[in-house]
C-alpha cells in the first residue's frame, strides 16, 4: 500500500501563487505515476496534472497549462504542483493520486491511492 498525504493548500486571492506537496509513504518503490486531481462544490472530480515518477512525461488539463507545474523530488517521495495565476475557477479541494501501473494518467480510474484532499479557495 501507499499512503499519499497532501499540504500546502489555503486562501489566496486571484493571481496568487500556492504550492501543493504530497508525500508518499508505504511502497513508494513500486510507483508508476502520481497525479493531481480536483473537485468543486457541485461538480465531478477532473484531471489537473500528472507525471510518470520517472520525470520524463507530464499531462496537464487544458485549463491550466502554462499555470500550473507538476514536479516531484524522489529523495522524499514527494510531487509539488505548483500553481501560479490563480483564478476564482480554481477553486476546489485538491487530491493528490498515486497509480501503481496503470497507462491512464488522466484518469480517475489510473490510480489506485488516493489522498484526504487539501483545500484552495481563490478570492477575486
Known amino acids: 500500500q501507499v499512503q499519499p498525504v497532501e499540504s500546502g493548500g489555503g486562501l489566496v486571492q486571484a493571481g496568487g501563487s500556492l504550492r501543493l506537496s504530497c508525500a508518499a509513504s508505504?511502497?513508494?518503490?513500486?510507483?508508476?505515476?502520481m497525479g493531481w486531481f480536483r473537485q468543486a462544490p457541485g461538480k465531478e472530480r477532473e484531471f489537473v496534472a500528472a507525471?510518470?515518477?520517472?520525470?520524463?512525461?507530464?499531462f496537464y488539463a487544458d485549463s491550466v497549462k502554462g499555470r500550473f507545474t507538476i514536479s516531484r523530488d524522489n529523495a522524499k517521495n514527494t510531487v509539488y504542483l505548483q500553481m501560479n495565476s490563480l483564478k476564482p475557477e480554481d477553486t476546489a479541494t485538491y487530491y493528490c493520486?498515486?497509480?501503481?501501473?496503470?497507462?491512464?494518467?488522466?484518469?480517475?480510474?489510473?490510480?489506485?491511492?488516493w489522498g484526504q484532499g487539501t483545500q484552495v479557495t481563490v478570492s477575486s
Open positions: 493520486a498515486v497509480g501503481m501501473g496503470s497507462p491512464y494518467y488522466t484518469r480517475s480510474d489510473g490510480y489506485d491511492y
Open positions: 508505504g511502497r513508494t518503490f513500486s510507483i508508476y505515476q
Open positions: 507525471m510518470r515518477w520517472s520525470g520524463d512525461i507530464t
